[in-house]
């Protein structure tokens, strides 16, 4: 039995990197990554990037303040249900959606995959139903009522019951915050999204300057640094430097 795991970028952000890591000055191009992992018994997206209107008129949907402070690099075609169509992947025949989180440019192209179960934990479903919570860290609840059967999850979910496809709480960045361990025939790949940026947040602890927890986000990385020590690869949430080194689908990823 082999599990598939492929990388699709759906655009680019320019951002303040002192936003994103402590000591970050100036501004970076960091990629919008979303994963599709191919079971036998099913198709998993882990994250789905922004929604298509931000291709052309992101202050639409995310308000003229919070749009203005990034910069997009997100062409037509580049949103996930292009990416899987450009590799032969139909959009409707995807089985679940595990979001990691509610930010725009993880949860945003969920309508963009109608037949999906979205598998989310618990608290972030809390977090984003909360209006005042949602405002405050930037939750997205839109992205939730798009008629997708919604499977809340209170820790690890195991997805197919066979521990290669493993949801894996990891909060902090947001209140419910959830990483991907992904097993494949070689080894283990963590996908860990914004639970860790960067590499550097990794190795030397450094976080961004606007979290929902930050002893919890400490706690999160503690936990995919044993992961690490365990063999396991850390894929991180926005990397420039380390995504270059992923090959993009079609081709795919191997240990
Ligand atoms: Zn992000």
């Known amino acids: 039995m082999t599990v598939r795991l492929f ?6 952000l ?16 960091v990629p919008v990554p979303t994963f599709l992992i191919e079971h036998p018994r099913g198709r998993v997206l882990y994250d789905t990037g922004m929604h298509p209107v931000l291709q052309t008129d992101p202050a639409e949907r995310l308000g003229a303040a919070r749009a203005a402070r990034f910069g997009f690099d997100y062409q037509v075609g580049e949103e996930v249900s292009g990416r ?30 109608p037949n999906a179960e979205l598998i989310i934990q618990r608290p972030e479903w809390e977090a984003g139903m909360n209006p005042e919570v949602a405002t405050q ?32 709480p990891t909060p902090g960045h947001t209140p419910g915050h959830q990483s991907l361990r992904v097993r494949l025939d ?37 936990r995919l640094a044993e992961l690490e020590r365990g063999g396991a690869r850390i894929f991180f949430g926005h990397d420039p430097e380390f995504w270059r080194t992923v090959p993009q689908a079609p081709a795919e990823i191997a240990f």
């Open 7 to 12: 990388a699709l970028t759906c655009g680019h």
């Open 84 to 113: 899987l169509e450009s590799m032969g992947r139909d959009p409707a025949g995807i089985d679940h959606v595990v979001t990691s989180h509610l930010h725009f440019d993880h949860s945003g192209g969920n309508g963009l995959i």
């Open 14 to 29: 320019d951002l303040d990197m002192a936003a994103m890591i402590e000591d970050g000055t100036g501004r970076e191009r």
């Open 137 to 168: 860290f930037g939750l997205d609840p839109r992205d939730l009522e798009l008629g997708h059967p919604v499977r809340q999850v209170d820790g690890e979910h195991d997805i197919f019951g066979d521990g290669r496809v493993v949801c894996i």
């Open 186 to 222: 070689g080894g283990e790949i963590v996908l860990a999204g914004d639970a860790c940026y960067f590499c550097r947040t990794l190795r030397e602890r450094k976080l961004p300057a606007r979290v929902y927890d930050r002893a919890a986000m400490h706690a999160s990385l503690e």
